[in-house]
């Protein structure tokens, strides 16, 4: 059995809503993204997970694991992979794009051991 290729993400705005970043790591590159606008706090996590996995089939990679911190949105998402359904929006974008070839698996972890999310900490010490 092959390893799963594990991709964080992580969104966020500052202040919020406002302009959104979003940072994506796979295999220890850090993606960083600032040009997508303005929203909220929830619209950045989904953008961060639609580019992971934009960036993951752009790599060709297979067997992904979509890892956030983002309760919310993984839970949105995961639902959307089981069932095939998704409202209107950024789950719609993420089922389509999913549909061209689906990741293994959508995964909540801790804030703190989240690589992107410690990427973007990292853009802004305290």
């Known amino acids: 059995m092959r390893r799963r290729v594990k991709v964080f993400f992580d969104g966020g705005c500052r202040p919020n809503p406002g302009p959104i970043e979003v940072a994506v790591v796979v295999r220890g590159t850090v993606h960083v993204f ?4 303005d929203g909220s706090n929830s619209d950045a996590e989904w953008l961060a997970l639609i580019r992971a996995l934009e960036i993951a089939q752009a790599q060709g990679l297979s067997e992904v694991e979509l890892i956030g911190d983002a309760i919310e949105v993984i839970g949105h998402a995961d639902r959307a992979l ?10 719609a974008r993420f089922l389509a794009l999913a549909a ?3 990741p293994a698996r959508v995964r909540w972890i801790k804030r703190e051991q989240n690589l992107a999310g410690i990427a973007l900490a990292a853009r802004h010490p305290r």
């Open 34 to 37: 600032e040009d997508l606008g």
């Open 82 to 91: 089981r069932t095939g359904e998704a409202n209107k929006g950024h789950a």
């Open 100 to 102: 061209k070839d689906r």
